[in-house]
C-alpha cells in the first residue's frame, strides 16, 4: 500500500518496492504474454472504435453501483472478479492497465455494521424481545470511518483476486491536493511510472478516510457519501496524467443516452462528439456515488480532450459484464464512444431510421411506380456501362495478390454480366405488379364484418456481402419491388464498385423521391454490431462464405438470419444413368463454376458402376477439367491405390475439388445426403423414372433436381428475376429467395361497430366464416 507525503512515495514497509522483491513478485507469472502491436505516440484520441485494439495503456474506472451489491452494502464479489479477470488477461497481452475504484465506502459500512451488532450487549439484546431486536436501529455510520475501515479489506480483496492470475496489484491512496500540488503530482506520476514498468497494476482511489466532509446525501441508506465530488473526474485526470490511450468509465447503464434511461423515447448514443451535449437531457444520477452522467460526460470530454479515448459502458449487466471491457478493448460496439472525428455521412442508426421512413413511403407507392423505378436501374447499368466497369477495374487492382482467384472471379464486373443484370432487373419489374397489397384470403366473419389477408413487406432487410458487387443491384431490385427498405453491406474489396452502383441505385429511387428507402454502410460498423440493432433491422440475409454466414448466425441478437452456412451439393448417379448425360451433368455441376454456393461438393456413385467405361469417363473428364478427387472411405476400399482420402464428408470445396464416394442403392444415397448434406440442392441421374420420383420425394432438401445440373438452383434460372440468396431454412422461405420471400402478410378487418359481447351465447350475432372471392387485380 504506497501514500504519498511531501517527500514522495512513503511505502508500508522499508522493503516493499525494492527491485529484489519486484523482481521476485515478477517471477510468480508462470502465464505466457500474447504480445500484441501496441507502439502508439501519446497525442490524439483514436478517431474509430476498430482503433482501440492498439491501446496500450488502459486506466478502467469502477463506479459506485459497479463494485456495490444491491442493497448498498457490501462488495459485488461475482462482478468484482469477472473484472479483475478481464484486466489481467488484457495485463497479460503486455497492456499497461489501472484500475480507479469505488467501494471503500460500501465495503467500511459492511464491516461497521457487524460489529455494532456484535457489540450489543447479550442482556439488552433479550431484555428488548426478539420483535424490538429486528427494528433495532442502525445509527448513521460516518462515511470516513466507513472508508478507514473498508480500504485494507478491499485491497486485500483485490490483491486476492489477481493473484489467482499471478499479477501483482499496488494500491494508492489519493485526494484532490496529490493533483493541485507540483510535487505530488510528480510524485504520483513517477510511482505510477515506475509501478507501470514492473508489470504492477496500480489500484486508485480516493483516501476517503481524510477527504473534507461532502454535504448530506442519502445514496447510501443509512451513510453520507464522501466520495470526491468529481470521482470520475480522477479517472480522467489520470488518465490524462499518464497519458492513457482509453478510459474506460463502467456505470450502471448502457453508455450516454439521448434522453433519460427507462424513458419511452431514450436511445443509445454510439458516439459522442464535442459539442452534442446540448441534444441530450441528463437524468437522476446512480444509485449510489456523487457523481451522475453529467459529471461522466464532462470527465470523458476533459480527457477526450487531453488525447485519451473514452467509452462509458454498463458494468453491472449479468450478460455483458463478463467481457464488457475485452469487447470494448477488442472495438466492438459497446456503450459510448466519445470521439473527436465526426464521420462525414450519418451513422448507421441514422441509415436504419432512413431506410424505415423510405421503405414505408416506398410501399405505398403504386405497383407501376415501383416497376418504373427498377426499369430505371436497368437502363442505368446499361448506359453508365463504362463508369461501372472502371470503378470494377480498381478494386479488381487493389484486391490483386489479396484475394484467390474464386474471389476474384465474383469480384469481376464486365459486359456480359451487366447486360445479364438488366435483363434480371426487368423480370422482376414484370413481377412487381402483384407483389405487396395483394389479397390472399377474405372472409366474411359476420354481416357487416370482413376480413382480409394481405401481402406486406417485412420492413428493414440488412444484406451483408462479400465480392460480389453485381448482388447489390439484384438486391435492391428485390426490395424496391417488396416494398422493403434496405442496408446494404459489401465488402471492402469491392467498396468502389458498390459505391457507384448505390448512386445509380439512388437515382432510380429519386424519380419518385424515395431516395433513402436503400442505404449502403460505409461506415466501419462491424458486422457484429450490425447485428445487434434488433430495433431497427427486421431480417438479415447474408450472401458470401459460408464462415461468413455462422458468424453473423452466431452474432444475431433477436434478429431473424435467412440463408444458408453451407452449400455442401451432392449428385447421385443411379445404375440407370445414361452415359451421354452423366458427364455434362456433372462438368457442368462441378466445373462452370465451382466458388458458387450451388455447386456440386460430393459426387454419388452406385457401385455396380464401379469400373465400368461410365466411370472411367467421369473419372477421365474430371481429370481434363483439373479437379482434385478426395475419396470417401466405401470408395478407398475399393481400390489399391486411391487418391486422397476425404478429411470430411460434410465439406464445400469451393474450388475444383470433389469427393466421390460409392453407394449401395438409391435409399443408402439418401441416407448419406441427410446425414453429410445441407438441404441445399441435391440431384439424382438415372432413366428410371420411379427411382427418381422416389429420389425426388424423400430428399429433404430445398432443390431436388432429376438430371440437371445442381447450378439450375438459383433465382434468375427459376424466372424469379434474381434471388436475395438461397435458404435451407424451413419457415417463411426455402430456395432461391426471390421477391415472395420478401414479404409477409397482415390482417385487415373491416366492421360497422361490432363487438365480441354481441357474438357471445345470448348476443345477437352469429359467426359466418364464409370465403370469399379473391378480387383480380390487373397486372398488365
Same mark, same amino acid.
Given at each position: 500500500v504506497l501514500h504519498f507525503s511531501r517527500d514522495g512515495v512513503s511505502p508500508c514497509c522499508p522493503d516493499c518496492i525494492q527491485p529484489s522483491v519486484i523482481r521476485h513478485v515478477r517471477s510468480w507469472s508462470n502465464i505466457p504474454f500474447i504480445t500484441v502491436p501496441l507502439s502508439r505516440?501519446?497525442?490524439?484520441?483514436?478517431?474509430?472504435?476498430?482503433?482501440?485494439?492498439?491501446?496500450?495503456?488502459?486506466?478502467?474506472?469502477?463506479?459506485?453501483?459497479?463494485?456495490?451489491?444491491?442493497?448498498?452494502?457490501?462488495?459485488?464479489?461475482?462482478?468484482?472478479?469477472?473484472?479483475?479477470?478481464?484486466?489481467?488477461?488484457?495485463?497479460n497481452q503486455g497492456r499497461e492497465m489501472m484500475l480507479v475504484t469505488s467501494g471503500a465506502v460500501a465495503f467500511g459500512k459492511q464491516r461497521l455494521r457487524h460489529e455494532i451488532l456484535l457489540s450489543?450487549?447479550?442482556?439488552?439484546?433479550?431484555?428488548s424481545g426478539q420483535n424490538q431486536l429486528k427494528e433495532m436501529a442502525i445509527p448513521v455510520l460516518e462515511a470516513r470511518a466507513c472508508a478507514a475501515a473498508g480500504q485494507s479489506g478491499l485491497m486485500a480483496l483485490y490483491e486476492a483476486m489477481f493473484t489467482q492470475y499471478s499479477i501483482c496489484a499496488a494500491q494508492i491512496l489519493v485526494t484532490n491536493l496529490d493533483f493541485h500540488d507540483e510535487q505530488k503530482r510528480r510524485n504520483l506520476n513517477g510511482t505510477l511510472h515506475e509501478l507501470l514498468r514492473m508489470n504492477i497494476v496500480p489500484i486508485v482511489n480516493t483516501n476517503d478516510a481524510v477527504v473534507p466532509p461532502a %454535504?448530506?446525501?442519502? /445514496? *447510501?441508506?443509512? &451513510?453520507?457519501?464522501?466520495?470526491?465530488?468529481?470521482? !470520475? +473526474?480522477l479517472a480522467a485526470r489520470?488518465?490524462? %496524467?499518464?497519458?492513457? /490511450? *482509453?478510459?474506460? &468509465?463502467?456505470?450502471?447503464?448502457?453508455?450516454?443516452? !439521448? +434522453?433519460?434511461?427507462?424513458?419511452?423515447?431514450?436511445?443509445?448514443?454510439?458516439?459522442?462528439?464535442?459539442?452534442?451535449?446540448?441534444?441530450?437531457?441528463?437524468?437522476?444520477?446512480?444509485?449510489?456515488?456523487?457523481?451522475?452522467m453529467e459529471a461522466k460526460v464532462k470527465a470523458a470530454l476533459w480527457a477526450l480532450q487531453g488525447g485519451t479515448s473514452v467509452v462509458i459502458a454498463n458494468g453491472t449487466h449479468p450478460k455483458v459484464s463478463g467481457h464488457v471491457i475485452t469487447d470494448i478493448v477488442e472495438g466492438k460496439k459497446v456503450g459510448t464512444f466519445f470521439s473527436e472525428v465526426k464521420p462525414a455521412g450519418?451513422?448507421?442508426?441514422?441509415?436504419?431510421?432512413?431506410?424505415?421512413?423510405?421503405?414505408?413511403?416506398?410501399?405505398?407507392?403504386?405497383?407501376e411506380q415501383r416497376a418504373e423505378i427498377i426499369h430505371h436501374l436497368a437502363d442505368l447499368l446499361t448506359d453508365q456501362r463504362d463508369e461501372i466497369l472502371l470503378a470494377n477495374k480498381k478494386d479488381l487492382e487493389e484486391a490483386e495478390g489479396r484475394l484467390a482467384a474464386p474471389l476474384l472471379k465474383r469480384l469481376s464486373l464486365s459486359t456480359s454480366k451487366l447486360n445479364s443484370l438488366a435483363i434480371g432487373l426487368r423480370q422482376i419489374a414484370a413481377s412487381s405488379q402483384d407483389s405487396v397489397g395483394r389479397v390472399l384470403r377474405r372472409t366474411r366473419i359476420a354481416k357487416n364484418l370482413e376480413l382480409e389477408q394481405v401481402t406486406v413487406p417485412i420492413g428493414v432487410l440488412l444484406v451483408i456481402f462479400e465480392s460480389r458487387p453485381d448482388c447489390l443491384p439484384q438486391v435492391a431490385a428485390l426490395a424496391i419491388a417488396s416494398g422493403n427498405g434496405l442496408l446494404l453491406k459489401g465488402g471492402k474489396e469491392a467498396a468502389h464498385s458498390n459505391r457507384i452502383l448505390h448512386l445509380l441505385t439512388q437515382e432510380a429511387l429519386s424519380i419518385h423521391g424515395v431516395k433513402e428507402a436503400v442505404q449502403l454502410v460505409n461506415t466501419r460498423e462491424e458486422v457484429e454490431d450490425l447485428c445487434r440493432l434488433d430495433k431497427m433491422i427486421d431480417l438479415i440475409i447474408p450472401r458470401g462464405?459460408?464462415?461468413?454466414?455462422?458468424?453473423?448466425?452466431?452474432?444475431?441478437?433477436?434478429?431473424?438470419?435467412?440463408?444458408?452456412?453451407?452449400?455442401?451439393?451432392?449428385?447421385?448417379?443411379?445404375?440407370?444413368?445414361?452415359v451421354d448425360k452423366v458427364t455434362r451433368l456433372v462438368r457442368d455441376s462441378k466445373c462452370e463454376y465451382p466458388a458458387a454456393c450451388n455447386a456440386l461438393e460430393t459426387l454419388l456413385i452406385h457401385r455396380d458402376l464401379l469400373r465400368t467405361p461410365l466411370f472411367d469417363q467421369i473419372i477421365d473428364m474430371l481429370r481434363v477439367e483439373q479437379v482434385k478427387i478426395h475419396a470417401g472411405p466405401k470408395f478407398a476400399s475399393y481400390l489399391t491405390f486411391s487418391p486422397s482420402e476425404v478429411k470430411s464428408l460434410r465439406t464445400e470445396y469451393g474450388d475444383l475439388e470433389l469427393c466421390i464416394e460409392v453407394v449401395d442403392n438409391v435409399q443408402d444415397a439418401i441416407d448419406h445426403i441427410h446425414k453429410y448434406g445441407?438441404?441445399?440442392?441435391?440431384?439424382?441421374?438415372?432413366?428410371?423414372?420411379?427411382?427418381?420420383?422416389f429420389f425426388l420425394q424423400h430428399v429433404d432438401s430445398a432443390c431436388v433436381f432429376w438430371n440437371a445440373s445442381t447450378r439450375f438452383s438459383d433465382g434468375y434460372r427459376f424466372g424469379l428475376g434474381a434471388?436475395?440468396?438461397?435458404?435451407?431454412?424451413?419457415?417463411?422461405?426455402?430456395?432461391?429467395?426471390?421477391?415472395?420471400?420478401?414479404?409477409?402478410?397482415?390482417?385487415?378487418?373491416r366492421g360497422k361497430d361490432h363487438v365480441v359481447s354481441d357474438f357471445s351465447e345470448h348476443g345477437s350475432l352469429k359467426y359466418l366464416h364464409e370465403n370469399l372471392p379473391i378480387p383480380q387485380r390487373n397486372t398488365n
Amino acid at each position: 500500500v504506497l501514500h504519498f507525503s511531501r517527500d514522495g512515495v512513503s511505502p508500508c514497509c522499508p522493503d516493499c518496492i525494492q527491485p529484489s522483491v519486484i523482481r521476485h513478485v515478477r517471477s510468480w507469472s508462470n502465464i505466457p504474454f500474447i504480445t500484441v502491436p501496441l507502439s502508439r505516440t501519446h497525442g490524439k484520441s483514436f478517431a474509430h472504435r476498430s482503433e482501440l485494439k492498439h491501446a496500450k495503456r488502459i486506466v478502467v474506472k469502477l463506479g459506485s453501483a459497479v463494485v456495490t451489491r444491491g442493497d448498498e452494502c457490501g462488495l459485488a464479489l461475482g462482478r468484482l472478479a469477472s473484472i479483475v479477470e478481464q484486466v489481467s488477461v488484457l495485463q497479460n497481452q503486455g497492456r499497461e492497465m489501472m484500475l480507479v475504484t469505488s467501494g471503500a465506502v460500501a465495503f467500511g459500512k459492511q464491516r461497521l455494521r457487524h460489529e455494532i451488532l456484535l457489540s450489543q450487549s447479550v442482556r439488552q439484546a433479550l431484555h428488548s424481545g426478539q420483535n424490538q431486536l429486528k427494528e433495532m436501529a442502525i445509527p448513521v455510520l460516518e462515511a470516513r470511518a466507513c472508508a478507514a475501515a473498508g480500504q485494507s479489506g478491499l485491497m486485500a480483496l483485490y490483491e486476492a483476486m489477481f493473484t489467482q492470475y499471478s499479477i501483482c496489484a499496488a494500491q494508492i491512496l489519493v485526494t484532490n491536493l496529490d493533483f493541485h500540488d507540483e510535487q505530488k503530482r510528480r510524485n504520483l506520476n513517477g510511482t505510477l511510472h515506475e509501478l507501470l514498468r514492473m508489470n504492477i497494476v496500480p489500484i486508485v482511489n480516493t483516501n476517503d478516510a481524510v477527504v473534507p466532509p461532502a %454535504e448530506p446525501n442519502s /445514496d *447510501l441508506q443509512g &451513510v453520507n457519501v464522501i466520495s470526491v465530488k468529481d470521482n !470520475d +473526474s480522477l479517472a480522467a485526470r489520470l488518465a490524462v %496524467e499518464m497519458k492513457t /490511450d *482509453l478510459l474506460i &468509465v463502467l456505470s450502471d447503464v448502457e453508455g450516454l443516452f !439521448d +434522453s433519460p434511461p427507462g424513458s419511452d423515447d431514450a436511445k443509445l448514443i454510439d458516439i459522442f462528439y464535442p459539442g452534442d451535449q446540448q441534444s441530450v437531457t441528463f437524468g437522476t444520477k446512480s444509485r449510489v456515488g456523487m457523481g451522475g452522467m453529467e459529471a461522466k460526460v464532462k470527465a470523458a470530454l476533459w480527457a477526450l480532450q487531453g488525447g485519451t479515448s473514452v467509452v462509458i459502458a454498463n458494468g453491472t449487466h449479468p450478460k455483458v459484464s463478463g467481457h464488457v471491457i475485452t469487447d470494448i478493448v477488442e472495438g466492438k460496439k459497446v456503450g459510448t464512444f466519445f470521439s473527436e472525428v465526426k464521420p462525414a455521412g450519418p451513422t448507421v442508426e441514422q441509415q436504419g431510421e432512413m431506410a424505415r421512413s423510405g421503405g414505408r413511403m416506398l410501399a405505398t407507392l403504386e405497383p407501376e411506380q415501383r416497376a418504373e423505378i427498377i426499369h430505371h436501374l436497368a437502363d442505368l447499368l446499361t448506359d453508365q456501362r463504362d463508369e461501372i466497369l472502371l470503378a470494377n477495374k480498381k478494386d479488381l487492382e487493389e484486391a490483386e495478390g489479396r484475394l484467390a482467384a474464386p474471389l476474384l472471379k465474383r469480384l469481376s464486373l464486365s459486359t456480359s454480366k451487366l447486360n445479364s443484370l438488366a435483363i434480371g432487373l426487368r423480370q422482376i419489374a414484370a413481377s412487381s405488379q402483384d407483389s405487396v397489397g395483394r389479397v390472399l384470403r377474405r372472409t366474411r366473419i359476420a354481416k357487416n364484418l370482413e376480413l382480409e389477408q394481405v401481402t406486406v413487406p417485412i420492413g428493414v432487410l440488412l444484406v451483408i456481402f462479400e465480392s460480389r458487387p453485381d448482388c447489390l443491384p439484384q438486391v435492391a431490385a428485390l426490395a424496391i419491388a417488396s416494398g422493403n427498405g434496405l442496408l446494404l453491406k459489401g465488402g471492402k474489396e469491392a467498396a468502389h464498385s458498390n459505391r457507384i452502383l448505390h448512386l445509380l441505385t439512388q437515382e432510380a429511387l429519386s424519380i419518385h423521391g424515395v431516395k433513402e428507402a436503400v442505404q449502403l454502410v460505409n461506415t466501419r460498423e462491424e458486422v457484429e454490431d450490425l447485428c445487434r440493432l434488433d430495433k431497427m433491422i427486421d431480417l438479415i440475409i447474408p450472401r458470401g462464405s459460408s464462415q461468413l454466414v455462422r458468424d453473423i448466425q452466431k452474432a444475431a441478437k433477436g434478429i431473424p438470419v435467412m440463408g444458408h452456412s453451407e452449400g455442401i451439393c451432392h449428385m447421385y448417379v443411379d445404375s440407370e444413368a445414361s452415359v451421354d448425360k452423366v458427364t455434362r451433368l456433372v462438368r457442368d455441376s462441378k466445373c462452370e463454376y465451382p466458388a458458387a454456393c450451388n455447386a456440386l461438393e460430393t459426387l454419388l456413385i452406385h457401385r455396380d458402376l464401379l469400373r465400368t467405361p461410365l466411370f472411367d469417363q467421369i473419372i477421365d473428364m474430371l481429370r481434363v477439367e483439373q479437379v482434385k478427387i478426395h475419396a470417401g472411405p466405401k470408395f478407398a476400399s475399393y481400390l489399391t491405390f486411391s487418391p486422397s482420402e476425404v478429411k470430411s464428408l460434410r465439406t464445400e470445396y469451393g474450388d475444383l475439388e470433389l469427393c466421390i464416394e460409392v453407394v449401395d442403392n438409391v435409399q443408402d444415397a439418401i441416407d448419406h445426403i441427410h446425414k453429410y448434406g445441407s438441404s441445399h440442392t441435391d440431384v439424382i441421374v438415372t432413366e428410371d423414372e420411379n427411382t427418381a420420383e422416389f429420389f425426388l420425394q424423400h430428399v429433404d432438401s430445398a432443390c431436388v433436381f432429376w438430371n440437371a445440373s445442381t447450378r439450375f438452383s438459383d433465382g434468375y434460372r427459376f424466372g424469379l428475376g434474381a434471388e436475395v440468396g438461397i435458404s435451407t431454412s424451413r419457415i417463411h422461405a426455402r430456395g432461391p429467395v426471390g421477391l415472395e420471400g420478401l414479404l409477409t402478410t397482415k390482417w385487415l378487418l373491416r366492421g360497422k361497430d361490432h363487438v365480441v359481447s354481441d357474438f357471445s351465447e345470448h348476443g345477437s350475432l352469429k359467426y359466418l366464416h364464409e370465403n370469399l372471392p379473391i378480387p383480380q387485380r390487373n397486372t398488365n
